[in-house]
Each structure stands twice: as structure tokens, then as C-alpha cells.
């Protein structure tokens, strides 16, 4: 996983509330064994017209949305179902913000699990960042964006950034204690052996 | 020790250490997988040379791209098929070997539906699935959570997970459910309550007397939906009627070790005392059939009601927001909802695809017809379920009021298969989420329960179901 720690880019908007992850990646695209290769079906109903060209009014059809990669979104991003393939879509386009002042709970963790940061930003600031139509600083360390002249700070969970700041790999972690782990099912098949 | 919830116990008994930023590494009992969510996981498994842990800790189960129609002859989309035989692989391969309930086994199903069914699903026990509708275990009093995909990978590789501790918010309803009026209605109306997000970052407790009464696939219907409020756990205490529903279940323990889980299940409910972050009272008594008029389950009300007006609206953006909703629904700002005419009508998936969800449909649909030009779609949660229903003549009374009987499968909750909506089609739904899109690009989902589906189907049109008793 591609760490995070200080990015620069521009931002796309959309700041409505509760962009689910059926708007994000339809269902239809959810078939595919891979994780690459979502990007060009992110938020497919929006932007495609049902002839396949592009809807012109879309923020991701016209700069700075095309060569984004953060998004200024509204409250709850990611609401609804569990699948991956949102991050996924999001990543593989170009985006590894999205910028919110408030996420669902498995969308935010598969996010960071994909190094994407789910970076919390109050919606005055949103608004400020959104209308300054610049390219973003976006330092983690310090959760701090930078706009030009002005500032703003952003609410990240601590586990989160340290997962993010690092790039790292939960599972090896996890492997390399896996004595507690052992020890763990060793009580449990004393105490609950029917499971 | 001070007094604990039932959440904080299941937390408790599942800690294998603390990590850095207030996270913890929960041991993982089961795992449910399906086609959708897992063929990335594996492949992460094989790039990196790691095995399964614990293979018989995981049940796989194919459900959401299969079609509802006769199957013998295989699945048609050479994508869907794709992903379906890549998880028959997977849990072939030697380094996997992950119990698979095959598509034409009797015992295929939602994913949902079969844990339960087949005792898979314990009390006490944590549970996790890559979907986020695994909250619907948690009516047994287990830890049941939807996982993304890098999870469902930790979980295959080590058996855990690194979690944060949700908080405890305790939904007390109480008071007797009026005739007609069931554990959907009370979910959907729970959520217009505290809204899709009011439960993000929470456990949902699920009590009260209306609880307590409620069969276990109510429970699972009330579980189930805990998602759609944004808390990826819903839960209710178990007790008799949880120990009633498991007891010789095919996964479930048997002999002294049954009286041993009962015993300890039995510690499992709240203490005395406990407190929790927030509550909310729910009186039952007076509640109405449900159904939602927007695009998310929040935008709910009942069948008596109207949809907002405009001027209802708090804020501009949320005005901007509810004229977007209700233009996608083709439905006027307030405008009674009764007696808008329905084209689909789908009973079915893991919410309301369980027996007594059939019943309940089959209540209202036996001798009396669907209104014509209404396509009805009755797709049984599993095929133990279908089978049961057979048994009892409920086919005979879909078919005979002109309803489709079809084969397990989430169907059209998601519209991954050969099941969906149509461009403006409107469609009386049990399934849980009427998102833009959801069951079709631009179908329109009105969320109900089987009962007031039933209804739908024979007036044409969103309907009281208590008219019909």
C-alpha cells in the first residue's frame, strides 16, 4: 500500500450528502476478480449519459475534476454497502482524498486500507476550499490543508493515520504476532469449544 | 466488575491485544463469503503465499450474481460466471479448502439467511461477512459486522481483525405491534428517526418488550437494517426463543455441550445498570405500515402520509436535495403516497426472504389476485426456505395469484443478476436500501414490508394493508 503523507493536487466537487456506494461504483461493475481498472466506471450513472458519452455538467468530466485527485464531498460519504470496489474506483481514477465532514464507518475503514484518506473537514472549510478552485496541500502529519494564502485543519482517526502515514501492511503485522493469537484459541476451545 | 451491555461483552470475550491509536485485534469466530467480495482477498492471499487459517471457521455461498430462474444449465453472463466459478476455485485451492455450499445444493442461499438456517450462526460468537448486511446475525446476540474486502483477507489469513470500539446506543421499544404492522415497519420508522447516519460509529441494542415478543426472523429483520441507520451492528439479547430457533440446527452444538453454550449464552444480555452513550424510546403501539418516498431509507413515512413538501425542507441544500429525491422518484412534493401505482412488486432478500416473510405475503395473496400488468417476483432466501414453503402450499398461492416463484438469490435487492428494474419502472420492495439506481438505473424503490408488498400487488398500487385484514 502506497503511504500518506503529504499530497498536492486539485480538488473535485460535490458536495451533496450521503454519496452511497451504489452511486460511487454501480452494482454492475462489482463482478469483476480485480482490484485495477474501476477508475473509468466511477460514479458511472452520473457521468455517462445512457448512450455511453459523457454528461457534460458532471464535475468529473470537466477540470479541475478530470485530473483531480481530491474530493470535496458532503456529510456521510460512502453510506451503504461494504464494497471495496468504492475505494477501489476512486483510487484507480486518481483520487487519494476524499475530503468530508463526516463518513460511513466500512467505507472510511476500506478506504485507508487502500491508502485513499478519509480526511474529516468542517463544511465552512469545504465550502472555503471549493470556492477557491486552487491546487490543495494536503499534510497529514500536521492535518493541515493548504490553499494558497489560507489554512484549514482536518480530523483524522489516530489508528488510521498511522496505518496511512506508514503504508502499512495490517496482515504481515498481525502474522508476525501470531503467538497471541494462538494463545487466544487455545483458551477459547477451554471456554466456548463449540465455537 | 461494573455493569456491562451485551456489546461490551462480546467485545470483551474477543480481545487478542490492544494496538497503537486505540485499535484492537478482535478474534474473528466465523466468516461468511461470498462471490462478490472475496475473489480480491484470495488473490492477495496467493500473490503472497499465505494460507487460510482456520478453513472450517468460514462458510462460502454463492448469492448475488446467480439468476432466481431454473439454473441447470448454468449462469449465462460470462462475467457472472466468471466470479462465481473463481469462488468454487478459491475454495478448492489446498492452501484454502473453504467449506462451499454449491449453487445447486438444497441448502444455497443468501448469505444471510443460510448462517442462520444452518446454525453457523451462534450466539456469543463473532461474525463478519464482506457485506455490509451481516449486522442481521446480531439478532442472535453475536457480534456481526460488514467487512471490505482487505478485511476479509485479514480475517482468511490470521482469523482476526484490528477494530475500534463502537459506542453503546440502546433502542427500547416497547409496547405490542399492531395487526399488520411488523419488525420492518419498526426498523424503517427507527431510521426516519435518527436518519441513515445516526447510528455511524454505534452498536445498535435492539430491547424492549416489542423485542422480547418478536420471532428471531423478525429480530433478523430488525438486525438486518441496523446498516441502513449507519451502525454496522444491530443486536438483541438472546433467550429462549434464540435457544429455540438454534437447538438441532445442523452447525449448532449438540448434547452437553449444547447445555454448556446455553448456559454461557445466557450471561449474554445487559446488565443492570449499564449505561449506554445514547438511548432512544420507541412506542410501538401506535405505529402504521411504512414506506419510503425518497432515495434513501431515512426519507420513510407512513402509508398514510405524504411526501415533504419543499418548504419543509431545513436548509437550502437540503431543499436542493429533497426536489432532487423526489423528482428521481417521480413523485410531486407533497403528495400522498397511497395509491401510487406500482409496476414490480419484489418480496425477497436477506431483510424479508425468510419463512415467515413468505407467509405473511402469502396472508394477503391467498384468493385474491396480482392487478394486472404487475410483475410480482416471491424469491425464497435460501433453498431450505423454498422448500419449506412448498411444503406448506405457499407456492401454489403465489402462482396461483399470479406471482413469479423463483430460485434463491439476493435478486433484485441489488439488480447484480438478470433481475431489475427498467428505466421509471416503480417497484414495492422488501429488500433494505432505495438508493438511486439500486434495483435498475432510474427505478424507482418504494422500501416495504412483505405484507404491505403483498398489498402492492394485488391493488397496482402502494396500498394499507390493513384494508385486506
Same mark, same amino acid.
Given at each position: 500500500?502506497?503511504?500518506?503523507?503529504?499530497?498536492?493536487?486539485?480538488?473535485?466537487?460535490?458536495?451533496?450528502?450521503?454519496?452511497?456506494?451504489?452511486?460511487?461504483?454501480?452494482?454492475?461493475?462489482?463482478?469483476?476478480?480485480?482490484?485495477?481498472?474501476?477508475?473509468?466506471?466511477?460514479?458511472?450513472?452520473?457521468?455517462?449519459?445512457?448512450?455511453?458519452?459523457?454528461?457534460?455538467?458532471?464535475?468529473?468530466?470537466?477540470?479541475?475534476?478530470?485530473?483531480?485527485?481530491?474530493?470535496?464531498?458532503?456529510?456521510?460519504?460512502?453510506?451503504?454497502?461494504?464494497?471495496?470496489?468504492?475505494?477501489?474506483?476512486?483510487?484507480?481514477?486518481?483520487?487519494?482524498?476524499?475530503?468530508?465532514?463526516?463518513?460511513?464507518?466500512?467505507?472510511?475503514?476500506?478506504?485507508?486500507?487502500?491508502?485513499?484518506?478519509?480526511?474529516?473537514?468542517?463544511?465552512?472549510?469545504?465550502?472555503?476550499?471549493?470556492?477557491?478552485?486552487?491546487?490543495?496541500?494536503?499534510?497529514?502529519?500536521?492535518?493541515?490543508?493548504?490553499?494558497?494564502?489560507?489554512?484549514?485543519?482536518?480530523?483524522?482517526?489516530?489508528?488510521?493515520?498511522?496505518?496511512?502515514?506508514?503504508?502499512?501492511?495490517?496482515?504481515?503485522?498481525?502474522?508476525?504476532?501470531?503467538?497471541?493469537?494462538?494463545?487466544?484459541?487455545?483458551?477459547?476451545?477451554?471456554?466456548?469449544?463449540?465455537? | 466488575?461494573?455493569?456491562?451491555?451485551?456489546?461490551?461483552?462480546?467485545?470483551?470475550?474477543?480481545?487478542?491485544?490492544?494496538?497503537?491509536?486505540?485499535?484492537?485485534?478482535?478474534?474473528?469466530?466465523?466468516?461468511?463469503?461470498?462471490?462478490?467480495?472475496?475473489?480480491?482477498?484470495?488473490?492477495?492471499?496467493?500473490?503472497?503465499?499465505?494460507?487460510?487459517?482456520?478453513?472450517?471457521?468460514? /462458510?462460502?455461498?454463492?448469492?448475488?450474481?446467480?439468476?432466481?430462474?431454473?439454473?441447470?444449465?448454468?449462469?449465462?453472463?460470462?462475467?457472472?460466471?466468471?466470479?462465481?466459478?473463481?469462488?468454487?476455485?478459491?475454495?478448492? $485451492?489446498?492452501?484454502?479448502?473453504?467449506?462451499?455450499?454449491?449453487?445447486?445444493?438444497?441448502?444455497?442461499?443468501?448469505?444471510?439467511?443460510?448462517?442462520?438456517?444452518?446454525?453457523?450462526?451462534?450466539?456469543?460468537?463473532?461474525?463478519?461477512?464482506?457485506?455490509?448486511?451481516?449486522?442481521?446475525?446480531?439478532?442472535?446476540?453475536? /457480534?456481526?459486522?460488514?467487512?471490505?474486502?482487505?478485511?476479509?483477507?485479514?480475517?482468511?489469513?490470521?482469523?482476526?481483525?484490528?477494530?475500534?470500539?463502537?459506542?453503546?446506543?440502546?433502542?427500547?421499544?416497547?409496547? !405490542?405491534?399492531?395487526?399488520?404492522?411488523?419488525?420492518?415497519?419498526?426498523?424503517?420508522?427507527?431510521?426516519?428517526?435518527?436518519?441513515?447516519?445516526?447510528?455511524?460509529?454505534?452498536?445498535?441494542?435492539?430491547?424492549?418488550?416489542?423485542?422480547?415478543?418478536?420471532?428471531?426472523?423478525?429480530?433478523?429483520?430488525?438486525?438486518?437494517?441496523?446498516?441502513?441507520?449507519?451502525?454496522?451492528?444491530?443486536?438483541?439479547?438472546?433467550?429462549?426463543?434464540?435457544?429455540?430457533?438454534?437447538?438441532?440446527?445442523?452447525?449448532?452444538?449438540?448434547?452437553?455441550?449444547?447445555?454448556?453454550?446455553?448456559?454461557?449464552?445466557?450471561?449474554?444480555?445487559?446488565?443492570?445498570?449499564?449505561?449506554?452513550?445514547?438511548?432512544? $424510546?420507541?412506542?410501538?403501539?401506535?405505529? $402504521?405500515?411504512?414506506?419510503?418516498?425518497?432515495?434513501?431509507?431515512?426519507?420513510?413515512?407512513?402509508?398514510?402520509?405524504?411526501?415533504?413538501?419543499?418548504?419543509?425542507?431545513?436548509?437550502?441544500?437540503?431543499?436542493?436535495?429533497?426536489?432532487?429525491?423526489?423528482?428521481?422518484?417521480?413523485?410531486?412534493?407533497?403528495?400522498?403516497?397511497?395509491?401510487?401505482?406500482?409496476?414490480?412488486?419484489?418480496?425477497?432478500?436477506?431483510?424479508?426472504?425468510?419463512?415467515?416473510?413468505?407467509?405473511?405475503?402469502?396472508?394477503?395473496?391467498?384468493?385474491?389476485?396480482?392487478?394486472?400488468?404487475?410483475? !410480482?417476483?416471491?424469491?425464497?432466501?435460501?433453498?431450505?426456505?423454498?422448500?419449506?414453503?412448498?411444503?406448506?402450499?405457499?407456492?401454489?398461492?403465489?402462482?396461483?395469484?399470479?406471482?413469479?416463484?423463483?430460485?434463491?438469490?439476493?435478486?433484485?435487492? /441489488?439488480?447484480?443478476?438478470?433481475?431489475?428494474?427498467?428505466?421509471?419502472?416503480?417497484?414495492?420492495?422488501?429488500?433494505?436500501?432505495?438508493?438511486?439506481?439500486?434495483?435498475?438505473?432510474?427505478?424507482?424503490?418504494?422500501?416495504?414490508?412483505?405484507?404491505?408488498?403483498?398489498?402492492?400487488?394485488?391493488?397496482?398500487? /402502494?396500498?394499507?394493508?390493513?384494508?385486506?385484514?
Amino acid at each position: 500500500m502506497q503511504p500518506f503523507t503529504v499530497h498536492t493536487g486539485l480538488a473535485a466537487v460535490m458536495l451533496q450528502d450521503n454519496i452511497n456506494t451504489d452511486l460511487i461504483i454501480p452494482k454492475q461493475f462489482l463482478k469483476t476478480i480485480h482490484r485495477r481498472g474501476l477508475g473509468r466506471h466511477l460514479f458511472h450513472d452520473l457521468r455517462y449519459r445512457e448512450d455511453g458519452s459523457e454528461e457534460p455538467g458532471f464535475a468529473l468530466n470537466r477540470e479541475p475534476g478530470r485530473s483531480a485527485s481530491f474530493l470535496l464531498a458532503g456529510a456521510n460519504f460512502g453510506c451503504g454497502s461494504s464494497r471495496e470496489h468504492a475505494p477501489w474506483a476512486l483510487l484507480d481514477f486518481g483520487f487519494r482524498a476524499v475530503l468530508a465532514p463526516s463518513f460511513a464507518d466500512i467505507f472510511a475503514t476500506n478506504a485507508v486500507k487502500n491508502g485513499i484518506l478519509p480526511a474529516v473537514v468542517a463544511p465552512e472549510a469545504l465550502l472555503a476550499l471549493a470556492a477557491a478552485a486552487c491546487e490543495l496541500e494536503v499534510d497529514l502529519a500536521s492535518q493541515r490543508i493548504r490553499a494558497g494564502a489560507a489554512e484549514f485543519g482536518f480530523r483524522t482517526d489516530p489508528w488510521a493515520r498511522g496505518i496511512l502515514l506508514e503504508g502499512l501492511d495490517e496482515i504481515e503485522q498481525t502474522l508476525r504476532g501470531i503467538g497471541r493469537v494462538e494463545a487466544f484459541e487455545r483458551r477459547r476451545a477451554g471456554t466456548a469449544p463449540w465455537l | 466488575m461494573s455493569p456491562r451491555t451485551l456489546y461490551d461483552k462480546l467485545w470483551d470475550s474477543h480481545v487478542v491485544e490492544e494496538r497503537e491509536g486505540g485499535a484492537t485485534l478482535l478474534y474473528i469466530d466465523r466468516h461468511l463469503v461470498h462471490e462478490v467480495t472475496s475473489p480480491q482477498a484470495f488473490e492477495g492471499l496467493a500473490l503472497a503465499g499465505r494460507a487460510v487459517r482456520r478453513p472450517k471457521a468460514a /462458510l462460502a455461498v454463492v448469492d448475488h450474481n446467480v439468476s432466481t430462474r431454473d439454473r441447470r444449465a448454468g449462469i449465462k453472463d460470462p462475467v457472472s460466471r466468471l466470479q462465481v466459478e473463481t469462488l468454487e476455485r478459491n475454495c478448492a $485451492e489446498p492452501a484454502f479448502r473453504v467449506p462451499y455450499i454449491p449453487l445447486l445444493d438444497p441448502r444455497q442461499g443468501i448469505v444471510h439467511i443460510i448462517g442462520p438456517e444452518q446454525g453457523f450462526t451462534l450466539p456469543g460468537a463473532t461474525i463478519v461477512c464482506g457485506d455490509s448486511h451481516t449486522s442481521t446475525h446480531g439478532a442472535f446476540g453475536a /457480534l456481526a459486522f460488514g467487512i471490505g474486502t482487505s478485511e476479509v483477507e485479514h480475517v482468511l489469513a490470521t482469523q482476526t481483525l484490528v477494530q475500534k470500539r463502537a459506542r453503546n446506543f440502546r433502542i427500547n421499544c416497547e409496547g !405490542v405491534l399492531p395487526k399488520g404492522v411488523g419488525a420492518k415497519d419498526l426498523i424503517l420508522h427507527i431510521i426516519g428517526r435518527i436518519g441513515t447516519a445516526g447510528g455511524t460509529g454505534c452498536a445498535l441494542e435492539f430491547a424492549g418488550s416489542a423485542v422480547r415478543a418478536m420471532s428471531m426472523e423478525a429480530r433478523m429483520t430488525l438486525c438486518n437494517m441496523a446498516i441502513e441507520a449507519g451502525a454496522r451492528a444491530g443486536l438483541v439479547a438472546p433467550d429462549e426463543t434464540t435457544f429455540a430457533y438454534l437447538e438441532g440446527r445442523p452447525m449448532a452444538p449438540s448434547g452437553p455441550q449444547w447445555d454448556a453454550a446455553v448456559a454461557s449464552w445466557r450471561e449474554l444480555a445487559t446488565d443492570p445498570g449499564a449505561s449506554f452513550d445514547r438511548e432512544l $424510546e420507541v412506542d410501538v403501539d401506535g405505529l $402504521e405500515p411504512q414506506v419510503t418516498w425518497g432515495t434513501n431509507p431515512e426519507a420513510v413515512t407512513s402509508i398514510r402520509g405524504r411526501a415533504p413538501r419543499i418548504a419543509d425542507a431545513a436548509t437550502p441544500e437540503a431543499a436542493a436535495q429533497l426536489e432532487q429525491a423526489l423528482a428521481y422518484m417521480g413523485i410531486a412534493p407533497g403528495q400522498v403516497l397511497q395509491g401510487l401505482p406500482v409496476d414490480v412488486v419484489f418480496i425477497g432478500s436477506c431483510t424479508n426472504g425468510r419463512i415467515e416473510d413468505l407467509r405473511e405475503a402469502a396472508a394477503v395473496l391467498k384468493g385474491r389476485r396480482a392487478a394486472p400488468g404487475v410483475k !410480482v417476483l416471491v424469491v425464497p432466501g435460501s433453498g431450505l426456505v423454498k422448500a419449506q414453503a412448498e411444503a406448506e402450499g405457499l407456492d401454489a398461492v403465489f402462482l396461483a395469484a399470479g406471482c413469479q416463484w423463483r430460485e434463491p438469490g439476493c435478486s433484485m435487492c /441489488l439488480g447484480m443478476n438478470d433481475d431489475q428494474l427498467s428505466p421509471g419502472e416503480r417497484c414495492a420492495s422488501t429488500s433494505n436500501r432505495n438508493f438511486e439506481g439500486r434495483q435498475g438505473r432510474l427505478g424507482r424503490t418504494h422500501l416495504v414490508s412483505p405484507a404491505m408488498a403483498a398489498a402492492a400487488a394485488v391493488r397496482g398500487q /402502494l396500498t394499507d394493508v390493513r384494508d385486506f385484514l
